[in-house]
């Protein structure tokens, strides 16, 4: 399984971006698809989680701005809006596939106040 996280860049705050997660490879099936985040000096943070049968759930920080979802292509999204500096962080996503956890290279995002 291959991810390729995308959709990063500068914004201002106040702003919105949405990032994609696009998932590749054959013979699988996603359980649940997560976002993190990581900051310059902070630890990771698990920021949404999608979980394909069931719910999302949202860090405290990101609840009501931020919005996970995911099409039937395997490929998951997270719509950020009125973002803040204290977003500015590589954001990354993982796919867990039964016992497997898969990650994908992360993209930048810099909200600038």
């Known amino acids: 399984v291959q991810l390729q996280a995308s959709g990063g860049g500068l914004v201002q705050a106040g702003g919105s971006l949405r990032l994609s997660c696009a998932a590749s490879g054959s013979g699988f099936s996603i359980d649940s698809m997560h976002w993190y985040r990581q900051a310059p000096g902070k630890e990771r943070e698990l920021v949404a989680t999608?979980?394909?049968?069931?719910?999302v759930n949202y860090a405290d920080s990101v609840k009501g701005r931020f919005t996970i979802s995911r099409d039937n292509a395997k490929n998951t999204y997270l719509q950020m809006n009125k973002m803040e500096p204290d977003d500015t962080a590589v954001y990354y996503c993982?796919?867990?596939?039964?016992?497997?956890?898969?990650w994908g290279h992360g993209t930048q995002v810099t909200v600038s106040s």
């Open positions: 999608i979980v394909y049968n069931g719910g």
């Open positions: 993982e796919a867990l596939s039964g016992t497997s956890l898969f």
